[in-house]
Nanobody, 121 residues
């Protein structure tokens, strides 16, 4: 079994910063892409940022220049540094990992349960 656990969410004022962390644990053979998604009430879940194991980061246009994704392949973690937060960034943020859990089996996606980020005065 594989679990992804997010942490670091909370309430922050506009212009503030938060750092989200996600740790993958369990029976892991290899991890390909890891990333962060978010979902606001009444809206579809959307990609925020993602990164392949040794690839470039991919960012949504709305967070480009404000958010930075990073990962530690040895620790199976991925972080999201969020600066210059805006009220429209308010959402539940989910960690995603494309993970191989068995030898000779394909990679498949796993989701964390999410962490709430609220940007408000």
């Amino acid at each position: 079994q594989v679990q992804l656990v997010e942490s670091g969410g909370g309430l922050v004022q506009p212009g503030g910063s938060l750092r989200l962390s996600c740790a993958a644990s369990g029976t892991i053979i290899s991890i390909n892409e890891m990333g962060w998604y978010r979902q606001a009430p009444g809206k579809e879940r959307e990609l925020v940022a993602s990164m392949a194991s040794r690839g470039r980061a991919n960012y949504a246009a709305s967070v480009q220049g404000r958010f930075t994704i990073s990962r530690d392949n040895d620790q199976n973690t991925v972080d999201l540094q969020m600066n210059g937060l805006r009220p429209e960034d308010t959402a539940v943020y989910y960690c995603n990992g494309v993970i191989r859990t068995e030898y000779l089996r394909p990679f498949r996606g796993f989701w964390g349960r999410g962490t709430q980020v609220t940007v408000s005065s």
